[in-house]
């Protein structure tokens, strides 16, 4: 065995000087490469430090929407306030993006059950307070905006005292296809009576009042105005638009047409399919005419130990389903991201990995962080007209009997009142 080994031990050398000679290169060139990557390496660490501190530098509320007993409004309406508040502003020199680390604001629409009792709320930078409530009042006068307490901080989160399930949402399908709009749910149309009407948040809205003492649903839905990113001074890397997604969409579809005919001569062919010709003229109508959001779903359900119910958790993952149909997209949990698959005891010893995943979401849903650190993931891409059939004002065709309304309207003065 000891000769054995001794008769190796010149390729184990010869092996060992390979390594060295490639390490000697390495060092010997760096001179060339170091520069280059530690430039790299500290604008990432820069761009990184200056927004940080320019969005630690803001100031945000909350704004809680109360609703008026009666609501005759179409999500229209909270369509026209999205396009209101679709701003772009804010980063458009480099100096405002690389020496200031000035980001565009985004929102944070939110439905929330405490109790089961519903909220809807609008996280936004205190700035822009009056451009929301302008926004708001324009298009819905009778409602309120009242700045409110986070809620989100009233539950000092502890393993020992709470429980919790949260996921993120994504697309089903690629970024492009629309999901069923309130268009597609025919809510546009002003002559319908209130009973005929079938908007999809009334089945969100009865999940949310059916939880009970102790027991708390968040949902936020994060959005910023979309604006195509260039390769420029900020070393952006080139990210597509909406516009270039659907239209990519629409010539995928054309190229593929699935469904096979046989003409009169009796050769046969393919053309588009109903399903298809649906997909394309939705893509057209809604992808191509309105303003376009970057967009990041979230969920948590949270519940006193003693309150947790399981059951809850099912309705949380299929939250979204009413929206989405054959044809169109649908808004899906992104269960990869907060529960990873432990299938294996070795895999999370005392459930540490499982906990901290619990602790980070709760986390990031209170910071509203997705867009950039200390919680940055991918986002996708919605419409105006989508936004706004997944988070508008309901009207009384929604009787969930936890939902608070005002009784009386807002009161103004005349417009022509002397001063």
Known sequence: MDNLLLAQLPSIWEQFARVGTVLGYILRYSPYWGPPVLAVTFWHVWLRYVRARFISEQKHILLEIRLPQEMRKSPAAMQAVL????????????????????????????LVSIEGQVHMYVWVRAQFRKTVERSFYAHY????????????????????????FGSDFTLAAPIGVPIRCYIDFKLDLTTAKE??????????????????????????ILARAHKKEDLTFGFIRNRKSYIDYAREEVSR????????????DGNTGKTLSDQQIKRVQAINR???????????????????????????????????????????????????????????????????????????IIDAYRLRSWFHPPYEFRNFMLTSEELATLFHIPGSVAKTPTMQRISSTRAQAPANIPR
């Open 83 to 110: 396009d209101g508040l679709c701003l772009r502003s804010g980063e458009s020199t480099f100096v405002d993006r690389l020496w200031l680390g000035k980001v565009r604001t985004w929102y944070s629409f939110e």
């Open 253 to 264: 579809i054309r190229s593929n047409p699935e469904e096979r005919i046989i003409f009169p």
């Open 195 to 220: 009973e005929e009407k079938v908007d999809p948040m009334s089945h969100l809205f009865e999940y949310l009042g059916s939880v009970g003492k102790g027991e708390h649903i968040w949902i936020q």
């Open 286 to 360: 809604i992808g191509l005419s309105s303003n376009h959001w970057d967009v990041g779903i979230r969920g948590i359900y949270i519940a006193e130990r003693e309150h947790f119910d399981g059951t809850n958790i099912p309705g949380l993952m299929a939250l979204w389903q009413p929206f989405g149909s054959p044809g169109f997209n649908s808004v899906v949990p992104n269960g990869s991201r907060w529960q990873p698959a432990f299938n294996y005891p070795w895999q999370d010893f005392n459930g540490i990995r499982e906990n901290k995943k619990k602790v980070q």
């Open 141 to 164: 006068p009778d409602a309120e905006l009242i700045e409110v307490e986070d809620y989100t901080t009233k539950i000092n989160y502890s393993l020992e005292k709470y429980d919790s």
